[in-house]
């Protein structure tokens, strides 16, 4: 995962800049246990008089080398960053890298030499930093070139990449497509090209809806900007990023930021949490407690699938396709609390829907079984679901997810934007009365609420709170 892109040119490598500084951060705390690792080596080669390079017979214990440890493992990885060694590492060769690491190394022992000149440290071994040395930059080299090999496999796979849509004048969107190398149109795939001088922003709201994307990118020269404002507009409703060149753009509530494509500034308009550690750690949080919640309730779970095999004929989990992230569908799994034929008999009952808008919610609903009226209320038919967070289809925390018939029906193209964040076992609605909400405006405005204000902190709070709300079956139908 190296920075730039893996090689790429910086046209493209802006594009990922988020993404690519995370590998930076992740390729640099690697390294730095790495090099810590083989310094540890090189002083249990030399303690043990395994390689012997100077006079002495015996040398000090390692703990009288931290110190210099304490200055391999923070500054090798900055040093070799400023080197360029983590930039562009798929058109580099190995003589390139060397080249890096050594220049890396001199300013290395440079520091070290400060230090004992004017901290009065020792270095009880020259042994121990020469065999560092040696092996560090193979250790280093292996390392880049497990991770070059890994990244291509996935990248062949098609398990990485993005895929976007480009929108704008034909000419600079064709001058952009140009631009891109091989590998490139691999890494970023432009699966539809939308002209705005002959479509307005509709056109590309359709396109977004048809590829579930997360990026739209603007190319254009002397377009009318308003047609502009109003591509942002689209873009900014379905909760996705738009890139372009432009000075500036009012939007009603689009946060921007500035990013780099090739030379010229661009303006990134997002209302989403962007790709950032929090996220990571967001989506590492829910697959461990979902895995940990898997095991530890499986004997219940077993439990409860065998009393709905055993009280309603039919399957135990039912399935259901739901709008995931960007509206991309996805099979829901819930114990199954109705009987099979619920969905054919949905449409008789609307006169029953105690929901505003498009979602169906009825009270004493006569399509649930006995077993399923306690599922219900006790959310226990929602289990299944954590096979879901574990694929990475939902989170533990996130705007409920829809059937994709209610999503086609939204009247407003802003109940959309609850789609921009992966969708979650429970969020605010969740624990605030869920069906005694009866406006789905209202419903929609929590979950707009808790992506404006996304935090770690949050999602751990309403994980909190949502413990009690399922126990005492508060709002439940």
Same mark, same amino acid.
């Given at each position: 995962?190296?920075?730039?892109?893996?090689?790429?040119?910086?046209?493209?490598?802006?594009?990922? /800049?988020?993404?690519?500084?995370?590998?930076? #951060?992740?390729?640099?705390?690697? =390294? /730095?246990?790495?090099?810590?690792?083989?310094?540890?080596?090189?002083?249990?080669?030399?303690?043990?008089?395994?390689?012997?390079? =100077?006079?002495?017979?015996?040398?000090?214990?390692?703990?009288?080398?931290?110190?210099?440890?304490?200055?391999?493992?923070?500054?090798?990885?900055?040093?070799?960053?400023?080197?360029?060694?983590?930039?562009?590492?798929?058109?580099?060769?190995?003589?390139?890298?060397?080249?890096?690491?050594?220049?890396?190394?001199?300013?290395?022992?440079?520091?070290?030499?400060?230090?004992?000149?004017?901290?009065?440290?020792?270095?009880?071994?020259?042994?121990?930093?020469?065999?560092?040395?040696?092996?560090?930059?193979?250790?280093?080299?292996? $390392?880049?070139?497990?991770?070059?090999?890994?990244?291509?496999?996935?990248?062949?796979?098609?398990?990485?990449?993005?895929?976007?849509?480009?929108?704008?004048?034909?000419?600079?969107?064709?001058?952009?497509?140009?631009?891109?190398?091989?590998?490139? %149109?691999?890494?970023?795939?432009?699966?539809?090209?939308?002209?705005?001088?002959?479509?307005?922003?509709?056109?590309?709201?359709?396109?977004?809806?048809?590829?579930?994307?997360?990026?739209?990118?603007?190319?254009?020269? $002397?377009?009318?900007?308003?047609?502009?404002?109003?591509?942002?507009?689209?873009?900014?409703?379905?909760?996705?990023?738009?890139?372009?060149?432009?000075?500036?753009?009012?939007?009603?509530? /689009?946060?921007?930021?500035?990013?780099?494509?090739?030379?010229?500034?661009?303006?990134?308009?997002?209302?989403?949490?962007?790709?950032?550690?929090?996220?990571?750690?967001?989506?590492?949080?829910?697959?461990?407690?979902?895995?940990?919640?898997?095991?530890?309730?499986?004997?219940?779970?077993?439990?409860?699938?065998?009393?709905?095999?055993?009280?309603?004929?039919?399957?135990?989990?039912?399935?259901?396709?739901?709008?995931?992230?960007?509206?991309?569908?996805?099979?829901?799994?819930?114990?199954?609390?109705?009987?099979?034929?619920?969905?054919?008999?949905?449409?008789?009952?609307?006169?029953?829907?105690?929901?505003?808008?498009?979602?169906?919610?009825?009270?004493?609903?006569? %399509?649930?079984?006995?077993?399923?009226?306690?599922?219900?209320?006790?959310?226990?038919?929602?289990?299944?679901?954590?096979?879901?967070?574990?694929?990475?289809?939902?989170?533990?925390?996130?705007? %409920?997810?829809?059937?994709?018939?209610?999503?086609?029906?939204?009247?407003?193209?802003?109940?959309?934007?609850?789609?921009?964040?992966?969708?979650?076992?429970?969020?605010?609605? #969740?624990?605030?009365?869920?069906?005694?909400?009866?406006?789905?405006?209202?419903?929609?405005?929590?979950?707009?609420?808790?992506?404006?204000?996304?935090?770690?902190?949050?999602?751990?709070?309403?994980?909190?709170?949502?413990?009690?709300?399922?126990?005492?079956?508060?709002?439940?139908?």
């Amino acid at each position: 995962m190296p920075r730039a892109g893996w090689g790429v040119s910086p046209e493209v490598a802006s594009m990922i /800049a988020r993404k690519q500084e995370i590998n930076l #951060q992740f390729n640099q705390f690697v =390294d /730095a246990i790495l090099l810590g690792l083989v310094f540890w080596l090189a002083h249990a080669l030399r303690y043990h008089r395994l390689i012997i390079l =100077d006079n002495l017979w015996s040398i000090d214990g390692f703990d009288k080398f931290v110190w210099i440890l304490a200055v391999i493992v923070p500054f090798g990885p900055f040093l070799l960053e400023k080197q360029g060694f983590y930039s562009y590492t798929l058109e580099k060769t190995t003589l390139k890298s060397l080249r890096q690491m050594a220049s890396a190394a001199v300013w290395l022992f440079v520091i070290l030499a400060l230090a004992v000149i004017f901290l009065r440290l020792e270095v009880p071994s020259r042994s121990v930093l020469i065999l560092f040395g040696l092996m560090a930059p193979v250790m280093l080299l292996i $390392r880049e070139r497990v991770t070059h090999v890994y990244y291509l496999q996935q990248l062949k796979q098609g398990a990485i990449g993005e895929r976007i849509i480009l929108a704008g004048e034909p000419e600079s969107m064709r001058s952009f497509r140009e631009s891109l190398s091989h590998l490139q %149109r691999q890494e970023i795939r432009i699966v539809e090209e939308v002209d705005l001088t002959a479509n307005d922003a509709e056109t590309l709201t359709v396109a977004i809806h048809n590829h579930s994307v997360g990026r739209v990118v603007l190319a254009f020269n $002397r377009i009318e900007l308003g047609k502009v404002e109003r591509a942002i507009g689209a873009c900014e409703i379905e909760g996705v990023e738009a890139w372009l060149n432009v000075d500036f753009i009012h939007t009603s509530g /689009a946060r921007p930021s500035y990013e780099l494509l090739g030379h010229r500034p661009m303006l990134v308009f997002r209302r989403t949490p962007e790709l950032s550690w929090a996220i990571l750690v967001k989506n590492l949080m829910d697959r461990t407690i979902a895995f940990g919640m898997l095991v530890v309730a499986a004997p219940f779970l077993f439990a409860v699938a065998l009393a709905v095999k055993l009280t309603s004929p039919g399957p135990i989990i039912f399935r259901q396709k739901r709008a995931g992230l960007h509206g991309r569908p996805f099979d829901m799994l819930k114990f199954r609390t109705m009987c099979v034929d619920a969905e054919e008999k949905r449409q008789s009952l609307e006169s029953m829907n105690t929901m505003s808008g498009p979602v169906f919610k009825a009270d004493d609903d006569p %399509r649930i079984t006995n077993i399923g009226k306690w599922l219900r209320r006790t959310s226990v038919d929602e289990f299944p679901q954590l096979f879901n967070v574990l694929r990475g289809e939902m989170s533990l925390v996130g705007p %409920r997810p829809l059937p994709i018939y209610e999503v086609e029906k939204f009247e407003l193209l802003e109940h959309r934007r609850r789609l921009s964040m992966k969708p979650g076992l429970t969020c605010i609605w #969740q624990v605030k009365g869920r069906n005694a909400v009866t406006s789905f405006d209202d419903w929609v405005r929590m979950d707009l609420e808790y992506i404006d204000n996304w935090s770690l902190a949050l999602d751990l709070y309403l994980l909190f709170v949502t413990v009690p709300v399922v126990f005492l079956g508060r709002g439940a139908k």
